[in-house]
Nanobody
Framework: QVQLVESGGGLVQAGGSLRLSCTASGSGFSINAMGWYRQAPGKQRELVATTSAGRANYADSVKGRFTISRDNAKNTVYLQMNSLKPEDTADYYC?????????????WGKGTLVTVSS
């Protein structure tokens, strides 16, 4: 069984920075891709950034402000968020595309709250 655990959320003023981390734990799996999604109150969950095979993909709304990185040895993905805006306020969820010898699946963390005050 694979578990994803996020950390690093919190309250920050507009223009500030936060760094989110997410570590995958378990055994007998490989990770094909990792990423971050977010869900603001009353809105659908949306992609923030993903990374796979050394390539990164970003939502237009965060390009130039957020940077995703991954430490494969630690099964950890990071999201450096700079120049934060109140509209970045949301629950941020870590995602990993996991493969085992028997199946592939999407794994999700429980989320970490980011609040940006104006």
């Amino acid at each position: 069984q694979v578990q994803l655990v996020e950390s690093g959320g919190g309250l920050v003023q507009a223009g500030g920075s936060l760094r989110l981390s997410c570590t995958a734990s378990g055994s007998g799996f490989s990770i094909n891709a990792m990423g971050w999604y977010r869900q603001a109150p009353g809105k659908q969950r949306e992609l923030v950034a993903t990374t796979s095979a050394g390539r990164a993909n970003y939502a237009d709304s965060v390009k130039g402000r957020f940077t995703i990185s991954r430490d494969n040895a630690k099964n950890t993905v990071y999201l450096q968020m700079n120049s934060l805006k109140p509209e970045d306020t949301a629950d941020y969820y870590c995602n990993a595309v996991i493969s085992t010898s028997d199946y592939a699946m999407n794994a999700w963390g429980k989320g970490t709250l980011v609040t940006v005050s104006s």
